[in-house]
């Protein structure tokens, strides 16, 4: 029997798998490492606790599963996004990385836009200039950390440092590439005239790879301190909403994943780049696709937040029961009616990404009186992350991405009353994988494909993904939702102002 291990560096933890190639795991582990907040607007994470988290996962994988080394056919690797991991010559980490939530780049992004040009940015890119994007961290680099800047031999995303941890060799993929706005969303390479534009040196940028690619096989150091057998496969990897998007079954043009992670979002795939000032392009891990893409900073850290707050009874009750506090939660919410009788959420508890782009915004809730209960607010977060799911999705409808089933990934797909609220938001039919590990699944796949387990990726999709649960929206409920959707996205335009004159008093303060 050959296996496909799976390494994905998510913002809270690591995820560690290990898969038959039809795609039922054999093991799982996860390493949860922290996410630091220096100073407003900075979120850093130190890419050495990724490695940590990886090598402790895969030997815990392998002790549990008992599998030999020797079987493990090939290695996928997949990782948040927009980070700017800088190492040396000797591939040493020079810094923390600013990952996908860190805004500090904010001041840099307007003074960018007016020296190169909005349209100049956005023609080669399809991206808008947000400073969640890995080009003006790098920019931030160069203005208030020199001497990081000049010793960098290389600015690798997450997934491409774990691959260079295990190979010993340098290497970019397509579907990061989009996190740097001088490559090129048609041509799917670096353009050398906005590189020189932006002051980011084309040599310091990792070669780029099909995402099925591989790299190099593990070194022998790597095989001592995972305990995998030396020489093993190695792939590329590629961005996790992608990976996660291919281990949901989304392979084909027409297809939609649905994100209930830390973050949550849409992606849909498409046979040729379709941008939208207000989305996310990217390259698909499938060669030849694309995915037009919402993210929200309003999804399962939302609710872990609330429940850390709020929901200490849930929590202690559970641990009582030998339950999940999430379930308990969900009674509550499920217990008010849809539409939380007028109490509204904006999920922005970390600024917003697409498709308002504001890293000023700031969470809200709305319509409190008497009559609400702790249920309320729980449901209320619930139907606020769905609203700004339903943002994006009209986005995409602007662009002519037209969606009518969404595949749902991450942990807010464990919640049937979650996902059966985001059906009924969008009026789209949502179905559900059996595994609830897509993004791990996808990244194997990567492996399975580019050692030659599956021999495309229609044979991998059809091989492992199976479905278990489906949601279909209900017309009243939906009917109700989009009544109510219109204040949703009013709050945020009446409260914009506010929220930047908050977040300059916050500065000023500090």
């Known amino acids: ?123 080669v890119s399809g991206n808008p200039f947000s400073p969640s994007y890995t080009t003006p961290k790098l920019i931030w680099y160069r203005q208030q950390r020199p001497e990081v800047f000049s010793q960098a031999r290389w600015f690798l995303q997450s997934n491409s440092f774990i691959v260079y941890r295990l190979t010993g060799r340098v290497s970019g993929d397509l579907s990061q590439g989009y996190g740097l706005h001088c490559f090129s969303m048609e041509k799917g390479e670096y353009d050398e005239e906005l590189c020189r534009e932006l002051g980011i040196p084309f040599e310091k940028l990792p070669p780029l790879f099909p995402c099925h690619g591989q790299i190099g096989g593990v070194t022998l150091q790597a095989a001592e301190e995972t305990g995998l057998m030396a020489g093993t496969p190695v792939v590329a990897g590629g961005l996790d909403a992608a990976c996660g998007t291919l281990g949901a079954g989304v392979c084909a043009p027409g297809l939609t994943q649905e994100q209930g992670g830390q973050a949550g ?77 007028g109490l509204l959420f904006l999920p922005y508890l970390a600024g917003e990404r697409s498709p308002i782009w504001d890293p000023e915004a700031c969470g809200v809730y709305f319509g409190l009186d008497y ?3 702790r249920g309320h607010f729980f449901r209320a977060l619930l139907e606020g992350a769905a609203y700004a799911l339903e943002d994006n999705l009209r986005c995409a409808r602007e662009a002519g991405a037209l969606v009518e089933t969404m595949h749902a990934v991450g942990g807010a797909a464990n919640s049937p009353l979650w996902t059966q609220i985001k059906a009924d938001v969008t009026g789209r039919k949502i179905r559900v994988p059996d595994s609830d590990m897509a993004t791990c699944l996808g990244a194997a796949m990567l492996a399975g494909v580019g050692t030659g387990i599956y021999s495309d990726f229609s044979a991998a999709v059809e091989k492992s993904v199976r479905f278990h649960r489906e949601y279909l929206p209900d017309p009243q409920r939906h009917a109700l939702y989009q009544r109510w959707f219109p204040l949703y996205r009013e709050l945020y335009d009446s409260l914009r102002e506010t929220m930047h004159r908050r977040a300059q008093l916050i500065r000023e303060e500090r």
Not at 43 to 72: F, H, M, N, Y
């Open 1 to 123: 029997m050959e296996y496909l291990l799976a390494v994905d560096i998510g913002t809270s933890a690591c995820k560690t798998a290990l898969f038959s190639p039809d795609g039922s795991v054999r093991a799982s582990a996860s390493c949860p490492y922290p996410v630091h907040y220096p100073a407003p607007g900075w979120a850093e994470q130190q890419p050495e606790d990724w490695w940590e988290a990886a090598k402790k996962g895969i030997r815990d994988c392998l002790s549990v599963s008992r599998i030999d080394p020797a079987e493990i056919a090939g290695i996928g690797v997949d990782g948040q996004s927009w980070a700017a991991v800088a190492v040396d010559e000797e591939g040493q980490v020079l810094c923390p990385t600013p990952i996908w939530m860190d805004t500090r780049a904010a001041g840099l992004c307007a003074e960018t836009q007016r020296r190169i040009g909005k349209e100049r940015l956005f023609s």
């Open 265 to 341: 979002g849409m992606s849909i795939c498409l046979d040729h780049p379709v941008a939208h000032a207000s989305l996310i392009l990217s390259f698909h891990v499938v060669p030849g696709q694309w995915l037009l893409q919402g993210g929200s900073v309003g999804g399962g850290g939302s609710l872990r937040w609330l429940s850390r707050e709020l929901g200490r009874l849930e929590v202690e009750q559970a641990r009582r029961e030998g339950r999940s506090a999430f379930q308990l939660l969900d009674e509550q919410a499920a217990a008010v009616s849809p539409g939380s009788d």
């Open 371 to 373: 009559q609400k209960t």
